[in-house]
């Protein structure tokens, strides 16, 4: 058993179930993850901005240039899989560095595009590099905890997610406005960069798995069955729901085609893996409330967040007619909110358990919503901030517990698992989540052209109606550990860390 192991199942130590403080070795891993993370989330959000910029100085169709997007989420698709193998063939130290050298290698070469096309390559060597990072990072932090104070340490994980939605679209719509698209791509060089002189620098080997170490203590081999069904599986669904978000909609051939065989091919793993006795991804894993359910409600926050987020920016844009960086500028409120959430959920995660927070928090996203389902063109801007402000509070209150309900009662050498299933619902539902409110944005417009205020109240109130769904799903998440919070914390300690013997 490692050292860091040992600790873990020592109960009353510095990340003491007693005291409730984090483990501030637990803490000082999470902060060297964020920084190399910051970079996927900005440019994430940055990027999406830009699209229609990025089509006229390329002197190229929107139906093109959405490749950008596209083939980044392709490449996503494709790398989340292959984390879990990375982390118990290599380590994770290993891969975390790898990873953020893809990203930065692929930020840099997309700076330099000399056309269209090279810009959609370098974006794919972003999404490898991408794929590996954010389910790692979920999992070298989880497994750092060793099962102590999770949700107090999850208010670290969701940092990320919770910045890139406010900064993001700022700094994204700043740089179009003033220096060239070309920048876009350079923020994320710095968190790359000092991500991985931090990494080298403190992150220790036996922070994972020993590299190349499977669950008895031979090489990890890879799954190349399962590879070869799970990520063009995943890919060619995300293909079909960016084609239904860009096109007219769910019926079209180029949308049908991708969701069939993409969910014939997912369809496959899942018989697949069911029968391996060691698959990529351990999809025995759902049997268990606390995965399916997290995995159900990240599904449905895809909705909650990334849909909502389409229709915000062009609500402001095509209805009030606001720049690029003043819709960006009139975003923050959400982000504000959700940093003001953050500084009671961690606590109360510890406290009151996942469901209790998951439930009103999309009780309140969906309250929330409501607002914009029913604004004009001249409704008042401090109104809707306001109500933008308690939107990103329901949006943080939900982010952490459901992040933490997906690692409830799993041992070390499953939580690589969770993050990927968790990570890959989260990835398809917001896809999903983006389509079908860009579909149903764009019937409107057609129907109404001259009243495109009309469809956006539609598809608001369409992303309420999700947000209720996903009220009702929360039900199913676990709710607070009924033992004494000292044996229960030492029970998942020992759980968390039992594992690690084989490493």
Not at 143 to 156: D, F
Not at 161 to 185: E, K
Not at 297 to 305: E, M, Q, R, T
Request: aromatic share 8%; with cysteine.
């Amino acid at each position: 058993m490692s050292e860091t192991a040992r600790t873990a199942t020592q109960p009353g130590d510095k990340g003491g179930d007693a005291d409730g403080k984090l483990d501030p070795a637990a803490v000082k891993t999470a902060l060297i993850l964020i920084v190399g993370a910051m970079a996927v989330i900005f440019d994430t959000t940055i990027v999406s901005v830009a699209l229609h910029t990025l089509s006229a100085k390329l002197d190229t169709s929107v139906s093109t240039i959405q490749w950008v997007a596209t083939g980044y989420l392709l490449a996503l698709g494709i790398a989340v899989p292959l984390s879990t193998w990375g982390l118990q063939r290599f380590g994770g130290k290993r891969v975390w560095m790898f990873s953020l050298a893809v990203f930065l290698v692929g930020s840099v070469g997309a700076s330099l595009a000399w056309n269209v096309d090279s810009l959609i390559g370098w974006r794919v060597v972003q999404g490898l590099g991408g794929g590996l990072m954010l389910p790692l990072m979920t999992t070298l932090i989880f497994q750092s905890a060793g099962g102590k104070s999770l949700g107090r340490l999850v208010t670290y994980v969701a940092l990320p997610a919770l910045l890139g939605p406010i900064l993001g679209p700022v700094i994204g719509g700043a740089i179009l406005t003033h220096l060239s698209w070309r920048y876009m791509f350079w923020v994320n060089v710095p968190f790359c960069v000092v991500g991985m002189f931090l990494a080298w620098r403190y992150l220790k080997l036996d922070d994972a798995p020993a590299p190349g170490s499977g669950a008895a203590g031979t090489k990890a081999k890879l799954d190349v069955p399962g590879l070869l069904l799970l990520a063009p599986g995943t890919s060619i669904v995300l293909l079909g729901l960016a084609n239904a978000g860009t096109g007219s909609g769910f019926g079209q051939t180029d949308v049908i085609l991708p969701l069939i065989e993409g969910g014939a091919l997912l369809a496959a793993f899942v018989g697949y893996a069911l029968r391996a006795s060691r698959p990529l991804v351990e999809i025995r894993l759902l049997a268990r409330r606390s995965v399916a359910s997290s995995s159900a409600v990240l599904f449905f926050s895809g909705f909650s967040l990334y849909g909502a987020m389409l229709l915000m920016p062009l609500y402001y844009q095509d209805v009030r007619g606001a720049s690029a960086l003043s819709a960006g500028i009139l975003l923050v409120p959400q982000g504000i909110g959700t940093i003001l959430s953050r500084t009671v959920t961690g606590g109360a995660i510890d406290r009151l358990g996942t469901r209790v927070l998951a439930v009103g928090g999309f009780a309140v996203v969906a309250v929330a919503t409501v607002p914009f389902a029913l604004a004009g063109p001249h409704t008042a801007e401090w109104q809707l901030a306001g109500w933008m402000v308690l939107r990103g509070f329901g949006l943080g209150a939900v982010t952490m517990p459901v992040m933490v309900a997906g690692y409830v009662g799993l041992e070390k050498h499953q939580i690589p698992h969770s993050s990927v299933l968790t990570r890959t619902a989260q990835q398809i539902g917001g896809s999903f989540g983006t389509a079908v409110l860009a579909v149903i944005l764009q019937s409107g417009i057609a129907a109404h052209p001259r009243t495109p205020v009309n469809a956006f109240h539609s598809a608001f109130w369409w992303s309420v109606g999700f947000s209720a769904v996903a009220v009702l799903l929360s039900l199913w998440l676990p709710g607070a550990q009924r033992a004494p919070e000292a044996d229960a914390g030492k029970a998942s300690a020992e759980r968390l860390a039992s594992a690690s013997v084989e490493a």
